[in-house]
């Protein structure tokens, strides 16, 4: 592997375990359009379009704990803004019962806010070394394995 591949590497590795942290940081370190929990619904609805499955409020409850009235919220705030829709299912039965799907401006939403925290992150990373940062990865590694 030639260095720029292995710090391509090494970048995208510290970025995968970053997102734990977003929250914790300074408001200046974290401005963003989307609040954390838009955010990680958006990437629910995103990583589940990609395997087809359909997705429920209440999927999207059983996915990030949130209580269904947040749910509710959050999914109210998404489609006010126009990055998500709520689409019924066709079941006789039950009427309440829809499906949430991300919309082509949900997408690019959430292309963008990725782009900025990648970009955000990487400026802090900067004050590190390249052995900083490999001991860095290696250590929140360990920590994620313990959350996990």
Same mark, same amino acid.
């Given at each position: ?13 510290? =970025?995968?375990?970053? =997102? ?21 619904? *958006? *990437? ?21 704990? =949130? ?10 705030? *998404?489609? @006010?803004?126009? *990055? ?37 992150? @990487? ?26």
């Amino acid at each position: 592997m030639l260095a720029s591949q292995a710090a391509e590497k090494l970048i995208e590795e510290i =970025y995968s375990t970053f =997102y734990f942290m977003v929250p914790r940081l300074p408001s200046r370190l974290s401005k963003k359009r989307l609040s954390e929990s838009q955010f990680s619904t *958006l *990437l629910i609805l995103i990583n589940r379009k990609k395997e087809g499955e359909k997705i429920t409020p209440k999927k999207i409850q059983e996915k990030t704990t =949130y209580s269904s009235p947040i749910v509710t919220r959050i999914l109210d705030n *998404l489609e @006010e803004k126009k *990055l998500i829709e709520r689409i019924p299912y066709s079941f006789p039965t039950d009427k309440r019962k829809v499906e949430v799907k991300i919309t082509s401006a949900g997408i690019e939403a959430l292309s963008k806010e990725k782009n900025e925290r990648k970009k955000r992150f @990487e400026e802090i990373m900067s004050i590190l070394s390249g052995q900083e940062r490999r001991a860095f990865v290696t250590i929140w590694q360990k920590i994620v394995r313990v959350i996990d």
